[in-house]
C-alpha cells in the first residue's frame, strides 16, 4: 500500500496565522469507537488519522517498521498500531486502556476515544463514553450482533450519548452483501428499541481498505448515504442546552483583592445575562448577576457551553460545589435518590460502607443504602443484588451527608453524573447517574431540640466519647472493655458498653456474617454510639470491626476528639492459640464462612489513639493504660469531677 504525502493543510504554507484562526473556531467533537474484540476499532481510528493527514514523517516510519515487525496484515500496513500503545495491547491484538487521539478536518476537530471490546475493560468503556458526544459501534460483518455488542450499545444509551452509528466493519470479506448488511442492521435495530435508542445512523465500510471512510466506496453502490467521515463532520451538538434554563455549577471562587469575588465555572445549561435574578442552591439565596466576566473582557450574554465568572450584586455565601440557577425555575436539592451504578473497582460495592460521592466540584459524604437490582445488560433482566462487583451495573438507593442540587442525568449531564470515591485509598471505585430524589428526602427534616449535647453533658460532668476497641476474635477487647468500664463507674463516669455478640441478640440479631453484613453491623453501632454520645454518655465500644472503612465512618460520624480507637494488638497465631469459643477450630474446619483471619480480611488500624499488646500485657494492665491515656486527655478537658 503506497502511503500518502504527510503535508497539513495548503493554508499552512500560505498564511500561518490565517489557519490557526481556522482551526481555532472549528466546532470540536468528541466521540468513541466500542465494539466486540477484533471488531476493528483500532483500525479504524489509525485509518482516520491516516486518512487526515495527521500522521508525521517520523511516526509514519515508525509505523512501517512497527506494521513489519508485529504487525498482523503482512507486508501492509497495519493501522491499528497508531493507537494500541501498550506492549500487552499489541502483543495481545485487543484495546485494553482508554486511548485518546486529536485529528482534525477542514470542517472540524475530533477527540476520539478507543474504547476496548473486553467485558472485563467495561469500566474502561464507561471512562471514555463518559464525556463524548457520539458513538461508533464496529460491528464485524462476519459475525453479526455480539453480546457485548449488546453491551456496547446498552451502556451508549445509558450515558445518554445522542448520535450513534453502527459501522458494519469488514465488509470486503462478505463480498459487499447488501443482504448480509440488511439483516445487521435489522437484528441492531430491534434491540436498540428494548434499550430506548430511537435513533443510529448505519454504514458499511473496510476500516483496512478504506472503503466508505472519507470518500464513498465504488464496491457499495447499493449504500447512498454519506462516508463516516462525513458524518462525522455534520452531527449537531451542543446546541440543545442552551434553551433550558440557567444553571452553573461553582468550580471556583474567585477572590483576587478586596474588591472583587466572582463565582467561576461552566455554564452547564442555559442563558445569563447582567440583570437575571439568579439561586443559590442547595441554600435558597437569591441575588441578581452584576457582571460576566472572562479574560477577553465583560460578556452581554453567555450561554451553555461557556466558561465565566460571574459577580453578583449581593454580598451572598456561595461556596465551591454550589450551584447557580435561575431563580425561578432552579434545580432540586435532596439527599436520598434513587441512582444508576456501573461499578469499577475490584473491591465490591457494600451497602452501608461510607464512600465519598463527587458532583461536579461538589464532594460529600455517601452510603448506598439498598442495592435495588443490577441488570444483566446482554438479556436487560433485572437481577436481585445485595453488592455490585467489578464492571456490574446496577440501581441503588444512595444516602448523601448533605443535600446537593442536581438533575436528572437524562436532563443534565453535569447535574446528574457521579462518581464515588473509596474514602481509605481515593480511588475512584464507582460512576453514578441520578434518576431521581427520593420522596423520603423531602419529607424528613430535622426536628430542633431545646436540650443539646453540651446540655447533657454539662449534667453529667462528662464530655461524652466514644472509646472503640478493634482486634481479631480472642484478642481480649470484651474483658478489656469490661475492666476499663468498672474502673470508669467506681470514679463516678457515666458509661455504656456495646459488646458485639451482645448486640447481634437484639439490635443485629437479623445480620449475618457476609460482608455487607459485617458493614451494617458496624453502620448499626456507629450510629447507637454517636446517639450515646449525644446523650452524654462515655461509651465503650468492643466489636472486631475489621474494615478501616467503617471505622473511619464511625469516626466522621462524631464531633473532633470525640472517638478514641484502641487496637488490641494480637497476633493471629496467640488469638488462634487461646480460641476461647472454638470459632477458630470451626473456621479451620470450614464449618465457619467468612471468619477474621481465616477466610476473610482484618485490616488493622493505621494510626490508633492507643494500641495495647495482649502478648506482653494483662487484660488489667491493657485496662489501666486505656484508663490512664485516658485520664491524661480528656476528663479535665472542660470538667472535673
Known amino acids: 500500500m503506497s502511503a500518502p504525502t504527510y503535508e497539513a493543510s495548503d493554508l499552512i504554507a500560505r498564511d500561518i496565522d490565517a489557519y490557526l484562526d481556522a482551526h481555532r473556531r472549528k466546532s470540536l467533537l ?216 440557567f444553571r452553573l455549577p461553582v468550580q471556583w471562587v474567585n477572590r483576587p483583592d478586596l474588591d472583587f469575588r466572582g463565582f467561576a465555572g461552566q455554564i452547564s445549561a442555559g442563558t445569563v445575562r447582567p440583570g437575571d435574578p439568579v439561586r443559590v442552591l442547595p441554600s435558597g439565596k437569591t441575588s441578581t448577576v452584576a457582571r460576566i466576566v472572562t479574560a477577553d473582557g465583560d460578556l452581554a450574554q453567555a450561554v451553555a457551553g461557556q466558561s465565566i465568572t460571574l459577580t453578583l450584586a449581593d454580598e451572598i455565601d456561595v461556596s465551591r460545589g454550589d450551584v447557580l440557577a435561575s431563580a425561578d425555575a432552579p434545580p432540586e436539592a435532596a439527599d436520598q435518590f434513587e441512582a444508576t451504578m456501573v461499578w469499577m473497582d475490584d473491591e465490591p460495592l457494600l451497602p452501608g ?40 451495573i446496577g440501581v441503588c438507593n444512595l444516602s448523601l451527608d448533605v443535600p446537593v442540587a442536581f438533575a436528572p442525568y437524562s436532563q443534565n449531564k453535569d447535574l446528574g453524573g457521579f462518581i464515588l470515591i473509596d474514602r481509605i485509598s481515593n480511588r475512584t471505585v464507582g460512576a453514578g447517574l441520578l434518576n431521581f430524589a427520593l420522596r423520603r428526602a423531602h419529607n424528613i427534616h430535622w426536628q430542633a431540640l431545646s436540650v443539646d449535647k453540651a446540655a447533657r453533658a454539662a449534667i453529667k460532668n462528662q464530655r461524652g466519647r466514644v472509646v472503640w476497641l478493634t482486634g481479631l476474635s480472642g484478642a481480649g477487647k470484651s474483658t478489656i472493655a469490661d475492666l476499663v468500664e468498672k474502673r470508669l463507674h467506681a470514679d463516678g463516669r457515666h458509661t455504656y458498653l456495646l459488646d458485639g455478640d451482645n448486640v447481634r441478640h437484639g439490635l443485629n440479631r437479623d445480620l449475618g456474617f457476609t460482608e455487607e453484613d459485617r458493614v451494617e453491623n458496624i453502620r448499626r453501632v456507629a450510629e447507637v454510639s454517636k446517639l450515646m454520645v449525644d446523650a452524654g454518655l462515655i461509651v465503650l465500644v468492643s466489636f472486631i470491626s475489621p474494615f478501616r472503612a467503617e471505622r473511619r465512618m464511625a469516626r466522621d460520624l462524631l464531633d473532633e476528639g470525640e472517638f478514641v480507637e484502641v487496637h488490641v494488638d494480637t497476633p493471629l497465631a496467640v488469638a488462634e492459640a487461646r480460641d476461647v469459643k472454638g470459632l477458630y477450630r470451626k473456621a479451620r474446619a470450614g464449618e465457619l464462612k467468612n471468619f477474621t483471619g481465616v477466610d476473610s480480611p482484618y485490616e488493622p488500624p493505621e494510626s490508633p489513639e492507643i494500641v495495647v499488646d495482649t502478648t506482653t500485657m494483662s487484660a488489667e494492665q491493657a485496662a489501666e493504660r486505656i484508663v490512664a491515656w485516658l485520664n491524661g486527655r480528656f476528663w479535665n478537658e472542660d470538667f472535673s469531677i
Open 353 to 392: 460502607r461510607p464512600y465519598l460521592l463527587k458532583l461536579g466540584a461538589k464532594l460529600v459524604g455517601a452510603t448506598i443504602t439498598e442495592p435495588k437490582h443490577k441488570v444483566n445488560v446482554n438479556t436487560l433482566e433485572q437481577q436481585p443484588a445485595k453488592r455490585l462487583e467489578l464492571n456490574e
Open 30 to 245: 468528541r466521540f468513541i469507537t466500542c465494539g466486540s474484540v477484533d471488531d476493528g476499532k483500532s483500525t479504524l481510528i489509525g485509518r482516520l488519522l491516516y486518512d487526515s493527514k495527521m500522521i508525521f514523517e517520523d511516526q509514519m516510519a515508525a509505523l512501517e517498521a512497527d506494521s513489519r515487525r508485529v504487525g498482523t496484515q503482512g507486508g501492509d500496513i497495519d493501522f491499528a498500531l497508531l493507537v494500541d500503545g501498550l506492549a500487552a495491547e499489541r502483543e495481545q491484538g485487543i484495546t485494553i486502556d482508554v486511548a485518546y487521539r486529536f485529528f482534525s478536518t477542514d470542517r472540524r476537530k475530533f477527540i476520539v476515544a478507543d474504547t476496548p471490546g473486553h467485558e472485563q475493560y467495561t469500566r474502561n468503556m464507561v471512562t471514555g463514553a463518559s464525556t463524548a458526544d457520539a458513538a461508533v459501534i464496529l460491528i464485524d460483518a462476519r459475525r453479526g450482533v455480539l453480546p457485548q455488542t449488546r453491551r456496547h450499545a446498552y451502556l451508549v444509551s445509558l450515558l445518554g450519548i445522542r448520535h450513534v452509528i453502527l459501522a458494519v466493519n469488514k465488509m470486503d470479506l462478505m463480498g459487499w452483501s447488501q443482504a448480509a448488511f440488511d439483516v445487521i442492521v435489522a437484528d441492531f435495530r430491534a434491540f436498540a428499541g428494548q434499550i430506548g435508542l430511537a435513533r443510529f445512523d448505519a454504514i458499511p465500510l473496510s476500516a483496512l481498505r478504506g472503503d466508505n471512510i472519507t470518500e464513498a466506496s465504488p464496491r457499495s453502490p447499493w449504500y447512498a448515504g454519506p462516508s463516516l467521515m462525513g458524518l462525522l463532520e455534520t452531527l449537531e451538538v451542543g446546541d440543545d442546552l442552551q434553551a433550558d434554563p
